[in-house]
């Protein structure tokens, strides 16, 4: 199956730093991703469609200033937690979609200290 | 409003019983139906899906369209199966983010 992979794993930093975060398509070319948001114990949540070569679409109630996604080429999207806060610390998984199945990258887990 | 329901939070089951994961889903239209698998420290993976009607490991899900329910069911469950299951719905338009549900804890015990 096709492969999503993201960088990095994990990432802990000081509150009001930026963090960056990766997804990339290894094997397949991916005009559109997705970032989800998982909170521990909790189900996956969609943050916003990334789409190659234009503005990302965010989901209701996610600040798009907060959290700045760029889909600079097919395979990679990035989503840049902006001045970051312990209410931000989360897992964030991103995904892609090759015929109609979604694969899902590995998440990044942010602790903002 | 797309919504998907797993009323069980955690659900155990010993070895060799069955077990069903129960899914409504609420969506105006035609969705496609998931189950995903996300077991211990590994990504979220695809089980099945509901348009190619295959058995994955052994579990199977049926669209009950009437009932707007999509339960995932296995005859004789292992302890492999331990994980956590998650229940998703998306447009049928190809290119569209999934809904999940809130996800069931599936534990078998040995």
């Known amino acids: 199956g096709a492969v999503v992979s993201q960088h990095p794993s994990w990432v802990i930093c000081k509150s009001g730093t930026s963090v960056k975060i990766e997804c990339r398509s290894l094997?397949?070319?991916?005009?559109?991703m997705f970032w989800y948001r998982q909170f521990p114990k909790q189900s996956l949540m969609l943050m916003a469609t990334s789409n190659e070569g234009s503005k990302a679409t965010y989901e209701q109630g996610v600040e798009k200033d907060k959290f700045l996604i760029n889909h600079a080429s097919l395979t990679l999207s990035t989503l840049t937690v902006t001045s970051a806060h312990p209410e931000d610390s989360s897992f964030y998984i991103c995904s892609a979609t090759v015929f109609g199945e979604q694969f899902f990258g590995p998440g990044t887990r942010l602790t903002v200290l | 409003a797309q919504r998907v329901t797993q009323p069980e939070k955690l659900l155990s089951v010993f070895k060799g019983a069955p077990v069903e994961l129960k899914c409504n889903y609420s969506y105006s239209g035609s969705p496609e139906l998931f189950w995903y698998v996300q077991y211990s420290r590994q990504r979220l993976q695809l089980l099945l899906r509901h348009i190619s009607r295959e058995s994955i490991k052994g579990f199977t899900a049926d669209l009950n369209k009437g009932e707007t329910s999509f339960h995932l069911k296995k005859p004789f469950a292992q302890e492999e199966d331990s994980a956590m299951y998650y229940c998703?719905?998306?447009?049928?338009?190809?290119?569209?983010?999934?809904?999940f549900g809130k996800g069931t804890r599936l534990s078998v015990i040995a």
């Open positions: 998703a719905l998306s447009g049928n338009s190809g290119n569209t983010p999934l809904v």
């Open positions: 094997d397949f070319q991916a005009t559109t």
